[in-house]
């Protein structure tokens, strides 16, 4: 009937489609039936008063009135406003939230799969690729909203339909499209919070959330709380292996930037059993060129605990750039391989380390070190014996016949060695020169102490800086043999490895006073509080005073140098237990550990340093330029740039590295101060950096340094579930935890949350031509009845 033209013209129908079924008659103003028929006796009563009294036919009164009640009635009809309408339910779906764990923790491979173990995030795709048919349905009932996340939610793609025809592989029965997973932490309370935002005045059938439970950042109460009240309860799917796999991993690697080729080049390495158990076995730790794939050394570790350090050990015989590679091994399921790598770029020199050796007489202690220096090949040596006549002939492989007497006479010397000699027997500005080469050019500087002069006659001089003691340097002797035991620290920086047990280090016989031969007859007393704030303590004496060992090899850094202080002169005693191996490999590490500092100023025209050279996220890095070379550039110019990149050569940030002599820049002259610019960088982001110059003046020299940057809360670090976590968010918030193999149960235990609305379409016919048709002809035929009877 609705389809009818002449009908819709009638009742003026625009909304009502024409083959709309189930269309009713209605009220915009309804009126209660008691109303309707009171109006209606008064409507019948008006019309039988109209004509009462009227002198007429009875038949046509009767007639008139009937017109006039029809009359009244249809007008009271259209002020009540008829309409008719067409019944409509609509129905607005509930939403579901999928959150899918993309952080780097999803790369781990511990499920054991048919074929061998599986990635969780391998893991997540196959249970989404299985149950794609149930995605759909779940599609259809519901808006499935797909999220991300890591250290936020964010949304990801759908995957577009695939092509009749084409095969129906797993990766495209995926419901959507997936990166690799690569964030840095899984922040799993913001991620909660931002995937609610996005629902933000929806009804949310449930949270469906698949991660391995690693997270930084757990539910908060306020979080859970808010879940409950909601009703929005989280059906976690737990990832990843429920039973821990053991991971080892390496977390530092510390080798000198720079070295002498035949050098003997310790490699520090700190091991880490990031799962309990994991270590339990041992492991390899072994050291690669890359470029050859030469196994420089290795080392076979028993237990593996937190924190253990290991010293590798190269001697390279190839100058230049090399990037080494640390790796551990071991023959035990290992949960991630990312961890047991670790490169670095070493630069190699090929030249003997050159030393200047000055002494005040021929003490035991001179006669064995200047044989060692001139027996070294590495180590081209210059003895000073100040107390010989003028017809002695000095020794070493490079004699000379007079102490420098110039900065470019210091110039070629790597480390300077000072045993007994009286400050006096320098002048100031040899003293000075010997200061600038330490602290500007990176020189190494070693004290031996002794009875006579050192350090006692430097106080007051431009030494006393460089000396790691505070107060009188007026050293009393400790006034009985002691025994001499590395520390920690030693261990940690490749020295004081004099054992042929590479995993022992320091000889036990060494600390044992019972040999006899290991005793030290003369060593200075020098209190730990007198120490300055720099200075480390390399080793001590093996028994205590008053409650606390004295320190007897003394570290400290002074500028861009390194200074070692030997509290002793009796290391020589040492050859009576094992000959000249002992005493050699002490003196060796000491010199060599001192030589390779001036690598990087000594015969450079300019130094670029990163401190520290391992950074935290958020952690300052100190940025340091010094141009050695007044030719290099402009002295008016204020700054230098520079740019940070990733190894791919991605640039992460520009640097402008101010001059810190900017207020007066001089010109160079003669023991000048180099010019330094500097700058602190922020970083962002984790992974290895390299720093380089930009600057067109300095393109030549290729400056360039490395930076490696780790999270501190970097979830490999912590590479096991925490399922235990999921169950107790999906128990709070009133959800379930379904284990992997039972996903197909999600359809029946989400709720029914969507919202049926009924909204009828009306359509008025008070105003229609049929209503207006309708009142014409009744008023009409009234007015043609009263015109017929003679009554008008």
Avoid: C
């Amino acid at each position: 009937m609705m389809n009818d033209p002449l009908v819709r013209w009638l009742l003026n129908l625009q909304v009502i489609p024409p083959d709309a079924q189930g269309v009713r008659f209605g009220w915009e103003h309804p009126w209660p039936a008691w109303v309707w028929v009171a109006l209606v006796m008064v409507a019948s009563g008006v019309a039988f008063w109209s004509y009462a009294r009227l002198l007429a036919p009875g038949r046509g009164r009767a007639i008139l009135a009937g017109v006039r009640f029809a009359l009244v009635v249809l007008i009271l009809v259209l002020i009540s406003g008829p309409v008719l309408k067409l019944p409509q339910e609509t129905v607005e779906q509930d939403w579901l939230l999928v959150l899918l764990d993309r952080s780097a923790s999803m790369r781990i491979a511990d499920v054991q799969g048919p074929g061998g173990r599986l990635s969780r995030d391998e893991q997540m795709r196959t249970l989404l690729s299985e149950h794609a048919p149930m995605w759909r349905r779940l599609a259809e009932m519901k808006h499935v909203e797909w999220l991300g996340f890591h250290d936020g939610a964010f949304g990801l793609t759908p995957t577009p339909p695939t092509p009749s025809g084409a095969d129906d592989r797993p990766s495209q029965t995926l419901p959507v499209v997936l990166a690799e997973p690569a964030g840095g932490q899984t922040r799993l309370d913001a991620a909660l919070a931002q995937a609610l935002r996005r629902a933000a005045a929806r009804a949310v059938s449930g949270i469906v959330l698949f991660t391995d439970g690693r997270t930084t950042d757990p539910p908060s109460r306020a979080l859970v709380r808010r879940l409950r009240s909601e009703k929005v309860g989280v059906y976690t799917v737990g990832l990843g292996s429920t039973v821990p796999v053991g991971d080892l991993a390496i977390r530092r690697v510390e080798a000198p930037r720079r070295a002498f080729v035949r050098d003997q080049v310790p490699v520090v390495v700190e091991l880490d059993q990031l799962v309990a158990g994991a270590g339990e076995h041992g492991a390899v730790v072994r050291l690669i060129d890359e470029a050859s794939g030469v196994e420089l050394d290795s080392l076979e570790v028993g237990a593996v605990g937190q924190g253990t350090v290991v010293t590798l050990t190269a001697e390279p015989v190839l100058a230049g750039e090399a990037t080494w590679r640390v790796m551990v091994e071991t023959d035990r399921p290992d949960l991630v391989q990312e961890n047991n790598t670790v490169a670095f770029v070493i630069q190699l020199i090929d030249r003997p380390l050159r030393v200047l050796y000055v002494e005040g007489y021929p003490r035991w202690e001179y006669r064995y070190l200047k044989n060692l220096l001139v027996r070294e090949k590495s180590i081209d040596s210059s003895v000073m014996l100040i107390s010989a006549d003028r017809d002695f002939a000095q020794e070493g492989n490079q004699p000379i016949t007079r102490l420098p007497r110039s900065p470019e006479e210091f110039a070629p010397f790597d480390v300077i060695v000072v045993g007994d000699v009286p400050g006096t027997f320098f002048s100031p500005q040899q003293l000075e020169m010997i200061r600038h080469h330490v602290g500007q050019r990176g020189a190494g500087l070693l004290f031996i102490g002794g009875e006579r002069y050192m350090p006692r006659t430097y106080a007051g001089t431009v030494l006393a800086d460089l000396l790691p003691v505070r107060g009188s340097l007026a050293l009393p002797p400790i006034g009985r043999p002691v025994t001499m035991i590395a520390t920690a620290l030693s261990d940690r920086l490749g020295l004081m490895r004099l054992s042929d047990d590479d995993q022992e280090g320091w000889p036990a016989e060494l600390a044992n006073p019972e040999t006899g031969w290991s005793q030290l007859n003369y060593a200075q007393r020098i209190e730990p509080g007198r120490l300055k704030p720099t200075a480390e303590v390399l080793a001590s004496t093996v028994a205590e005073f008053r409650g606390t060992r004295l320190p007897l090899v003394i570290h400290m850094r002074y500028g861009a140098g390194q200074i070692i202080y030997v509290a002793t002169d009796e290391i020589w005693r040492w050859r009576y237990g094992r000959g000249e191996r002992l005493p050699e490999r002490f003196w060796v590490q000491i010199i060599r550990r001192l030589g390779r500092e001036s690598l990087a100023g000594s015969a450079d025209a300019a130094r670029l340093e990163v401190q520290p050279r391992r950074a935290t996220t958020g952690q300052a890095v100190q940025i340091e330029l010094r141009l050695l070379d007044a030719r290099l550039l402009d002295q008016t110019r204020l700054s230098v740039a520079a740019v940070i990149q990733t190894p791919q050569g991605r640039t992460v940030t520009e640097l402008q590295l101010h001059r810190l002599d900017a207020s007066d820049p001089v010109p160079y002259g003669a023991g000048a101060e180099p010019a330094r610019f500097a700058a602190t960088y922020v970083p962002g982001m984790s992974g290895p950096l390299r720093v380089r110059i930009d600057e067109p003046t300095l393109a030549g020299l290729k400056l360039a340094a490395e930076l490696e940057v780790f999270a501190p809360d970097d979830e490999l670090r912590r590479p096991e579930t925490d399922h235990e976590l999921l169950q107790t968010l999906a128990a709070d918030s009133g959800g379930q935890m379904i284990p992997p193999d039972e996903l197909g149960r999600l359809e029946e235990l989400l709720p029914n949350r969507s919202v049926r609305t009924i909204s009828p379409l009306t359509e008025p016919i008070w105003d229609t031509p049929l209503a207006f048709g309708l009142f014409l002809v009744l008023i009409g035929a009234e007015w043609v009845g009263r015109k017929m009877i003679r009554l008008a």
